[in-house]
């Protein structure tokens, strides 16, 4: 129960940050919000070194060095990928990626689930997709390249959690603070090679600042359900983040929310529920 609470913790946390982070984006160049919410993102995790503490062993360092590669990889595959094809139907498969690799992994591992988890789980991957899709999902066809595009999205955002998971159990923050730290250079040093193309415009620094500091907690609250509970089940509720995001832009821009959306959401709090149980 304390691993599923801190999954659906991490859930709120991502979705929140991708709202934000949405929003941010809209006043100006992606990589002008990412600047400020990379940094801000690292600050919170280096403010909980003394909380949490922090082991810095060699495999805490690899593996959260690996995470942080990913990381990067993750941002500039899920904004060229939703760049070139219709959001509606990439963000699902980006999505579904993201929660199915690690539940593979977890099984592999030797992850065991009861009956109402070998239902529950099945019933969250679809409500993964049908949150994530927007109105007239499957109207468009995409092309081969954003298709492959949305796939390498999702794998980089399912290795990056894979790598945190891996991360010695004693290892505190370190993961997260190593991990943060080479995805924000590269982060930055893309930056710096495309500054002529970012545009005038000034970023929205705090929504930017707290979008960053809300996918750091995201990012300790699946490590620490990850650690106390099956890498499956912690792995596919939090994959249900855009149902967050979801919310947010109903309730604060006035978005509809749309049929497929409304019974994704009824059918994750369904998976929720018997994932209790499991």
């Given at each position: 129960m304390?691993?599923?609470l801190?999954a659906?913790?991490?859930?709120l946390?991502?979705?929140?940050?991708?709202f934000l982070g949405?929003?941010?984006a809209r006043?100006a160049?992606?990589?002008?919000?990412v600047m400020?919410?990379a940094p801000?993102?690292?600050v919170?995790e280096?403010l909980?070194w003394p909380?949490?503490?922090?082991?810095?062993s060699t495999?805490?360092?690899g593996w959260?060095?690996a995470?942080?590669?990913a990381?990067a990889?993750?941002?500039?595959l899920?904004?060229?990928?939703?760049?070139?094809?219709?959001?509606?139907v990439?963000?699902?498969?980006?999505?579904?990626?993201?929660?199915v690799?690690?539940?593979g992994?977890?099984?592999?591992q030797?992850?065991?689930?009861s009956?109402?988890g070998l239902?529950?789980?099945?019933?969250?991957?679809?409500?993964v997709v049908?949150?994530?899709?927007?109105?007239?999902?499957g109207?468009?066809?995409?092309?081969r390249t954003a298709?492959?595009?949305?796939?390498?999205?999702?794998?980089?955002i399912a290795?990056q959690?894979?790598?945190l998971?891996?991360a010695p159990?004693?290892?505190?923050?370190?993961?997260?603070i190593?991990?943060?730290?080479?995805s924000s250079?590269?982060?930055?040093?893309?930056a710096a090679?495309?500054h002529?193309?970012?545009?005038?415009?000034r970023p929205a620094?705090a929504?930017s600042a707290?979008a960053?500091?809300?996918?750091?907690?995201?990012n300790?609250l699946?490590l620490?359900?990850?650690r106390s509970?099956?890498?499956a089940v912690?792995?596919?509720?939090?994959a249900?983040y855009?149902a967050?995001?979801?919310?947010?832009?109903?309730?604060?821009?006035?978005?509809?929310i749309?049929r497929?959306q409304?019974?994704g959401l009824g059918t994750?709090?369904?998976?929720i529920s018997?994932l209790?149980?499991t």
């Amino acid at each position: 129960m304390i691993a599923l609470l801190l999954a659906l913790g991490s859930s709120l946390a991502y979705g929140c940050a991708d709202f934000l982070g949405g929003v941010g984006a809209r006043k100006a160049h992606v990589l002008r919000t990412v600047m400020i919410a990379a940094p801000a993102s690292l600050v919170v995790e280096l403010l909980l070194w003394p909380l949490l503490g922090a082991s810095f062993s060699t495999a805490a360092l690899g593996w959260g060095a690996a995470s942080g590669v990913a990381s990067a990889a993750a941002f500039v595959l899920l904004y060229r990928t939703l760049a070139i094809g219709p959001m509606n139907v990439l963000s699902p498969v980006t999505a579904l990626v993201s929660a199915v690799l690690p539940v593979g992994v977890g099984l592999l591992q030797g992850e065991h689930l009861s009956a109402a988890g070998l239902v529950g789980l099945p019933l969250a991957l679809a409500a993964v997709v049908l949150v994530s899709a927007g109105p007239g999902a499957g109207s468009a066809r995409p092309s081969r390249t954003a298709l492959l595009l949305a796939f390498g999205a999702g794998a980089a955002i399912a290795l990056q959690l894979i790598f945190l998971h891996q991360a010695p159990a004693d290892s505190g923050v370190a993961p997260l603070i190593i991990g943060r730290a080479v995805s924000s250079a590269i982060t930055l040093t893309a930056a710096a090679l495309l500054h002529r193309r970012l545009g005038p415009e000034r970023p929205a620094y705090a929504i930017s600042a707290t979008a960053g500091a809300l996918d750091s907690v995201a990012n300790l609250l699946f490590l620490l359900a990850a650690r106390s509970g099956n890498l499956a089940v912690v792995a596919v509720i939090v994959a249900l983040y855009p149902a967050t995001t979801v919310l947010l832009a109903r309730g604060l821009l006035a978005e509809q929310i749309h049929r497929s959306q409304l019974l994704g959401l009824g059918t994750a709090a369904a998976a929720i529920s018997l994932l209790t149980l499991t």
